[in-house]
């Protein structure tokens, strides 16, 4: 079970980990300076707080990390909290939001629709 929230910094090197794994620490590194512009301190130093909180496993030899999460499991905890905190649960206030003013097509009606019948 993952501890808490997933921060800005820590989400860059899932976004990495999800797309790479499993994949080396030092490979997540290059990638992190390449794509972000970090060095390997700052980017261990994330991952070690991704692994003590449960998001991801570090294996021997060449700390090969996995995800213990996947990605559509954090977009639904994100997507939950933002609800929660923005919106005091109503789901109906957060689409009101999301389409005040907003054009969507008859295809992504439908879609939406489609959606919510299935629940």
């Known amino acids: ?5 997933l921060y800005d910094s820590e989400a860059k090197i899932m976004e990495i980990l999800w797309e790479k794994e499993p994949i080396t620490a030092k490979e997540i590194s290059l990638i992190a300076a ?5 060095n390997k301190n700052t980017t ?3 991952i070690k707080k991704l692994e003590a909180k449960g998001f991801i496993r ?3 030899p060449g700390f090969v990390c996995t995800s213990l999460v996947s990605k559509t499991e ?3 905890k994100d997507a ?3 609800l929660n905190k923005v919106f005091a ?3 109906r206030a957060l689409f009101s939001a999301l389409l005040d003013g907003e054009t969507i097509t008859e295809q992504e009606r439908e ?3 489609r959606m919510i019948d299935e629940r």
Not at 1 to 5: A, F, Q, R, S, Y
Not at 34 to 38: L, N, R, S, V
């Open 111 to 113: 879609e939406l629709r």
């Open 89 to 91: 649960g109503s789901r």
């Open 1 to 5: 079970m993952t501890n808490g929230i």
């Open 58 to 60: 570090r294996n021997e």
């Open 80 to 82: 939950l909290s933002l």
């Open 44 to 46: 261990y130093t994330v």
């Open 74 to 76: 954090m977009q639904k």
């Open 34 to 38: 390449e794509t972000i512009g970090w």
